[in-house]
């Protein structure tokens, strides 16, 4: 017993005792925990397919062109194209998914971009409004627009624009009820429905005379 004791005596004489080393070790994970040091997104994105939470590289291809950021990932692709690329056209109005005002093309389909996450974005193919006024040429949906008077305020405009150019490119030929049912994801505070369903029905047509004559799209 009395080696047993001896080696004992040592551990203690050195700083090394059991003891001790359990009590370091609990401070030293408490305290990394309370700093933050243990969280899971500050990994590397390649050793743990995680980014952030600071800015990591995004790249958009937007109208065309190729654009590079860094962003936080939490940052929606609607913030990133108006705060960081100067692209306004989609508006925030209720900033949760309900009145389409932020309405663009992921891939020729109709997002909200108040819901889609920049980051989420990379690889595809973005389109805002801007992309169909280009070369001062209105797109045919915008031409009808303005004929039959369906804006007022202005707010949900370039939603609703995407919105029916969306549409129109699956259903060339709709009825007023299609345009009623497949519109429904946007909102106009104004109320100016009747207006919209009647520059739809002549952009077909203008557009089925021209032989798809979106030529911007």
């Known amino acids: 017993m009395k080696p047993k004791k001896e080696k004992g005596r040592k551990r203690e004489a ?61 940052v929606t692709l609607l913030d990133a194209l108006r705060d960081r690329l100067d692209i306004t056209g989609a508006k925030r109005v209720c900033d949760r998914g309900v009145c389409g005002a932020c309405t663009m093309l992921v891939d020729g389909q109709p997002v909200y971009g108040c819901t889609m996450l920049a980051i989420e974005a990379e690889g595809h193919d973005v389109t805002t409004i801007e992309h169909f006024s280009q070369g001062g040429k209105l797109h045919p ?31 060339p030929n709709p009825s007023q009820e299609d345009i009623r049912k497949n519109l429904g994801g946007n909102l106009c505070r ?9 520059a739809v029905m002549e952009a077909a047509q203008t557009m089925g005379a021209g032989n798809g004559g979106s030529s911007n799209a």
């Open 14 to 74: 050195d700083g090394v005792s059991r003891r001790d080393f359990l009590k370091g070790a609990g401070v030293a994970v408490s305290g990394s925990v309370l700093a933050g040091e243990t969280r899971a997104t500050a990994a590397p994105a390649g050793e743990a397919g995680l980014v952030g939470p600071g800015e990591t590289p995004v790249t958009l291809r937007v109208n065309g062109q190729t654009k590079r950021l860094n962003l936080e990932p939490r």
């Open 190 to 198: 104004c109320g100016t429905y009747a207006g919209i369903r009647e």
């Open 141 to 171: 949906v915008m031409s009808a627009f303005v004929e039959h008077d369906a804006q007022q305020c202005g707010f949900c405009t370039p939603g609703f624009v995407m919105a029916c150019i969306a549409f129109l490119q699956s259903h």
